[in-house]
């Protein structure tokens, strides 16, 4: 199973971004972002089921939204109201026979 994430940059405090994960195979299971900071551990940052079922980190409700198109095995995260905390390394990630990791994709937020 490989992930290729897309759609991270730079942008200011209050801007928006959308990331993009597409997995090469179905995902029948759980789909999802991580991120991880310079200097601190990967966390979750949400999640969603097969069944549309989704978890998110309190720092993000309200402002990021995940969402995902089964036909094109791709799992988005639309992400507005960016802060400074939320500059990050993010992972996309996916549960097939095993955890599965996506490179991972940058995203800063300028203050």
């Known amino acids: 199973v490989q992930l290729q994430a897309s759609g991270g940059g730079l942008v200011q405090t209050g801007g928006s971004l959308r990331l993009s994960c597409a997995a090469s195979?179905?995902?029948?299971?759980?789909m999802g972002w991580y991120r991880q900071a310079r200097g601190k551990q990967r966390e979750l940052v949400a999640t969603?089921?097969?069944?549309?079922?989704?978890n998110y980190a309190d720092s993000v409700k309200g402002r990021f939204s995940i969402s995902r198109d089964n036909a094109k095995n791709t799992v988005y995260l639309q992400m507005n109201n960016l802060k400074p905390e939320d500059t990050a390394v993010y992972y996309c990630?996916?549960?097939?026979?095993?955890?599965?990791w996506g490179r991972g994709t940058q995203v800063t937020v300028s203050s």
């Open positions: 990630y996916a549960y097939k026979l095993g955890s599965r």
């Open positions: 969603m089921g097969s069944g549309g079922t989704t």
């Open positions: 195979t179905t995902i029948s299971s759980t």
